[in-house]
């Protein structure tokens, strides 16, 4: 399920903007499938079977043990850092000045001729870490209006 997820998430944006909002969205229904199940057992009374209430029971654990296992191996491989490229809206930052967003996000690093960046992250995943910083990087045409966004990390870092 987390694959086609990340297929999904990977097809309708490339840039990797959304992933770990469709990823917390799978284990959020996940987690309501739990409950329910919780509710089921404890609401089914006497009339409710044994048998019944062992599976339910049964279900709700696996699928608890699959939501903690889900989730520490996305926060292993890093998947949290994707939370942090959410906090600039790509949409509102084309086709404004850079001094616009800037008042908007704070000071910009210069990132070369007509481009600034704003870090986004170091990676500390569990699992293979690359210790390397990943920037935001915003180009813009020589009047200063931002005209392409890209992550990247700095050349010889």
Do not use: Q
Request: proline share 2%.
């Amino acid at each position: 399920m987390i694959a086609v997820i990340a297929f999904v998430a990977d097809e309708f944006y490339p840039e990797g903007r959304y992933k770990a909002l469709f990823f917390l969205c799978h284990e959020l229904g996940v987690l309501l499938v739990i409950i329910s199940a919780i509710v089921a057992v404890i609401s089914g009374g006497a009339a409710m079977r044994t048998r019944r209430r062992i599976v339910l029971s049964a279900g709700a654990a696996l699928m608890a043990a699959y939501l903690v296992v889900a989730t520490a191996f996305w926060w292993a491989l890093g998947g949290h850092y994707d939370l942090n490229r959410l906090k600039y809206d790509d949409n509102w930052i084309i086709g404004r000045n850079i001094a616009e967003v800037e008042e908007r996000y704070g000071d910009a690093e210069e990132w070369g001729s007509h481009s600034y960046c704003y870090t986004l992250y170091r990676d500390e995943a569990a699992i293979m870490p690359s210790h390397s910083v990943m920037y935001y990087v915003m180009y813009t045409d020589d009047s200063g209006v931002v005209t392409e966004i890209k992550e990247r990390h700095r050349p010889g870092e």
